[in-house]
């Protein structure tokens, strides 16, 4: 019983040997000072690689967009899409994406509302919580999914990855 209480003070006694005071409450400095904020203020360095690059932003524009398309990748997995979005407001919309051995996922506009337009069109079914956002970005308009485990059979969802469509040809992949 006398042990533990002597390892019991001891542990004590070494936690706050380890602890440390504010510096602060030592110097008696206030960080509200706006010069000392200035003189903190961490600023965001660009990546190397995008050194000299001349990156152009996403242009905010309504999206205009068109395609039934069938899509196949190299793991086996099928897929087609019927996409119509006239001035960011979505017409048209279905999926299907089967990925093999894992299951199916389906995507049909008549469960979603639009909730979005500018930047980036959304689709949200308030039931399932499911969301499908779709923006463009330069020749390429990317269909991609969020929560939407509900929308999918086995474990397909784990697999699922977002649509591109080329806006030259109306191709997904």
């Known amino acids: ?3 533990r209480r002597l ?8 936690l706050a040997a380890c ?3 504010d510096p602060d409450s030592i110097s008696g400095s ?10 903190d203020r961490i600023e965001s360095q660009p990546l190397k690689h995008l050194l000299g690059r001349k990156l152009k932003p996403i242009p905010e524009r309504p999206l205009d967009v068109r395609t039934r398309c069938r ?19 979505v017409r048209r919309f ?8 894992q299951g199916i996922c389906r995507f049909d506009m008549k469960g979603f509302r639009q909730t ?26 990317t269909v991609a999914f969020n929560e939407c485990r509900s929308k999918c059979s086995g474990d397909a969802y784990s697999y ?8 030259r040809n109306g191709r997904c992949s």
């Open 1 to 3: 019983m006398v042990m």
């Open 7 to 14: 390892l019991a003070i001891w542990l004590v006694v070494l």
């Open 19 to 21: 602890a440390t005071p």
């Open 30 to 39: 206030s960080t509200d000072d706006s010069a000392q904020k200035q003189q």
């Open 71 to 89: 899509f196949h990748d190299v793991s086996g997995g099928r897929g087609s899409m019927d996409l119509q979005v006239s001035k960011a407001e």
């Open 94 to 101: 279905s999926a299907e994406v089967s990925v093999p051995r």
């Open 116 to 141: 979005a337009r500018l930047p980036n069109v959304v689709l949200s079914d308030e039931a399932s919580g499911c969301v499908v956002r779709i923006w463009e970005q330069e020749r390429n308009v």
């Open 160 to 167: 699922l990855w977002p649509i591109m469509v080329d806006t």
